[in-house]
């Protein structure tokens, strides 16, 4: 199975932008297609489609969430941090069966 | 506007079963695969299960496979989780989500305890 690593928390403070990482054990891109994921999670609530295939801002998010990345190494960036942004990030490949996801981060205030 | 609602909460004993339930709204079900994810307390995401939009394959993780039962009706829109044998590693929070797991329920909790 495809191994996703996630730092575990990232302190940082409102206004400024945040920056969480998703390492995978192998590539999950294919030509270039990327088939990396973003959701966010906030307590008590079911995740949410942040970014699909790396960068793509899925309906409905802020253009203050931007992903990028590619083979091993992901991005999902946060600029500027806002209140509304505390919250779990997971990432999740779809290059190879069973999907993973990586552990997540939780996104807390400095 | 998507629509996935779980039901089946509930709390059972080890070695017994469930069957959870996801009725699904605001898309053309039987187009699309669906699968189950869980999470235990204070966990990250599992992903367990995935059935084709028509049945025809289905994969399961290996945590669960032998006891665990993905199936769908797309006459009603709905999606199924047989689990039978629980062990109390399978408290979790149960969701539903849609194809390429952009689309999530709300999430029903399964408690196995004594």
């Known amino acids: 199975d495809i191994v996703l690593t996630q730092s575990p928390v990232l302190a940082v403070s409102l206004g400024q932008r945040a920056t969480i990482s998703c390492r995978a054990s192998?590539?999950?891109?294919?030509?270039?297609?990327?088939?990396m994921h973003w959701y966010q999670q906030k307590p008590g609530q079911q995740p949410k489609l942040l970014i699909y295939?790396?960068?793509n801002l899925a309906s409905g998010i802020p253009a203050r969430f931007s992903g990028s990345g590619s083979g091993t190494d992901f991005t999902l960036t946060i600029d500027p941090v806002q209140a509304d942004d505390i919250a779990a990030y997971y990432c999740q490949q779809s290059r190879e069966s069973p999907p993973t996801f990586g552990g997540g981060t939780k996104l807390e205030l400095k | 506007e998507v629509q996935l609602v779980e039901s089946g909460e509930g709390l059972v004993q080890p070695g017994s079963s469930m069957k959870l339930s996801c009725v699904a709204s605001g898309f053309t079900f039987s187009n699309y695969g669906m699968n189950w994810i869980r999470q235990a307390p204070k966990k990250g995401l599992e992903w367990i299960a995935l059935i084709y939009y028509d049945s025809s394959s289905k994969y399961y993780a290996d945590s669960v496979k032998g006891r665990f039962t993905i199936s769908r009706d797309n006459s009603k829109n709905t999606l199924y989780l047989e689990m039978n044998s629980l062990r109390s590693e399978d408290t979790a929070m149960y969701y539903c989500a849609k194809g390429g797991v952009d689309y999530w329920g709300q999430g029903v909790m399964v408690t196995v305890s004594s």
């Open positions: 295939r790396a960068s």
């Open positions: 192998q590539s999950v891109s294919i030509s270039s297609i990327n088939l």
